[in-house]
């Protein structure tokens, strides 16, 4: 299984709700992440955990709660967002973040398209 | 800081064109090298790599050599479907400890017309 899950597929959600984004990965990998594309942009990373610890935070607003129950999931918790927030937030993962790995292949979901009202 | 320059698009070909985009890259050392492909309303896939000077990565019939001497990193197919109309991303990331990041360029358009 190469495969990163997202869920949902689509989510639309008023900036007073509470939603949680799903990303699912069975490859064994240990680093797990978050990005963030706008329309015609290319991705931005937001999150980036290792053996299910944030490693990596790159200055997100706290309306963005990330977490990492197992390391097969990751979540990412929604909580009074703002309309510029609608964008496709992308996961994906890798086999694991270490000092000696020569690079880091990345395997991408399909992302979850989000709409903020 | 690192940086990706890809060239800008949209590039709009004819099937079974030839097609060339363009990248180019600012970086200490010796970065691997990546084109990812993004369909419409999908994620990114991982087209081609490469992680040393002279390596030619390739898939699909795409085909990109890594070249140091002039930085570069461009994807090339010989002839192109309709089916391949998407988004390209060259990208770049560094071994050891800050392999998490991956360096985008801004991404070229193609639209291949039938």
């Known amino acids: 299984d190469t495969e990163v899950t997202q869920t949902p597929k689509h989510l639309v959600m008023g900036m007073t709700n509470k939603k949680s984004l799903k990303c699912e990965q069975h490859?064994?990998?240990?680093?797990m992440y978050w990005y963030k594309q706008k329309a015609k942009k290319p991705p931005e990373l937001m999150f980036v955990y290792s053996y299910e610890k944030l490693s990596i935070n790159e200055s997100v607003p706290s309306r963005f709660s990330p977490e990492c129950p197992n390391s097969s999931l990751l979540n990412l918790h929604l909580h009074a967002l703002q309309p510029e927030d609608s964008a496709l937030y992308l996961c994906?993962?890798?086999?694991?973040?270490?000092?000696?790995?020569?690079?880091?292949?990345?395997?991408f979901g399909p992302g979850t398209r989000l709409t903020v009202l | 800081g690192d940086s990706v320059t890809q060239m800008e698009g949209p590039v709009t070909l004819s099937e079974e064109a030839f097609l060339t985009i363009n990248c180019t890259y600012t970086a200490t050392g010796y970065p691997s090298l990546f084109w990812y492909v993004q369909y419409p309303g999908e994620g990114l896939q991982l087209l081609l790599k490469?992680?040393?000077?002279?390596d030619k990565g390739s898939n699909k019939g795409f085909e990109a050599t890594y070249r140091k001497e002039t930085t570069s990193f461009h994807l090339e197919k010989g002839s192109v479907q309709v089916s391949d109309s998407a988004v390209y991303f060259c990208a770049l990331s560094h071994s050891g400890g800050s392999n998490y990041k991956l360096t985008f360029g801004k991404g070229t358009l193609l639209t291949v017309n039938p």
């Open positions: 994906a993962s890798s086999y694991r973040l270490a000092a000696h790995t020569l690079y880091n292949e990345q395997f």
């Open positions: 490469a992680t040393k000077a002279d």
């Open positions: 490859m064994g990998h240990r680093a």
